[in-house]
């Protein structure tokens, strides 16, 4: 299993960002996929959800409204849309998938908002 996230980088509030996740080694049409993210000196976060064929989507509720998650299961490519970001969106995101009990993460990738 292989992940890569791309897409993230300097972005002033405001602003918006498209994060993408290239999957490979697994079926991934057959997964639901998530995306986290971890500040500077806290924790993992959960961000987001979306299940395999992409009918049913969750957010946490600090991006409710304002982050969207999608998929592109001919291109096994997972996609987080996020607008309106803040600086307490500033983090390394990530993305996840649950195969065979085993969490799978990527590398991540950095998103920072500032002016």
């Known amino acids: 299993v292989q992940l890569v996230e791309s897409g993230g980088g300097l972005v002033q509030p405001g602003g918006s960002l498209r994060l993408s996740c290239a999957a490979s080694?697994?079926?991934?049409?057959?997964?639901?996929m998530r995306w986290y993210r971890q500040a500077p000196g806290k924790g993992r976060e959960w961000v987001a959800l979306i299940t395999s064929a992409g009918g049913s989507t969750n957010y946490a509720d600090s991006v409710k409204g304002r982050f969207t998650i999608s998929r592109d299961n001919a291109k096994n490519t997972v996609y987080l849309q996020m607008n309106s970001l803040q600086p307490e969106d500033t983090a390394v995101y990530f993305c996840?998938?649950?195969?065979?009990?085993?969490?799978?993460w990527g590398q991540g990738t950095q998103v920072t908002v500032s002016s």
């Open positions: 996840s998938a649950r195969v065979a009990s085993h969490d799978y």
């Open positions: 080694g697994f079926t991934f049409s057959s997964y639901a």
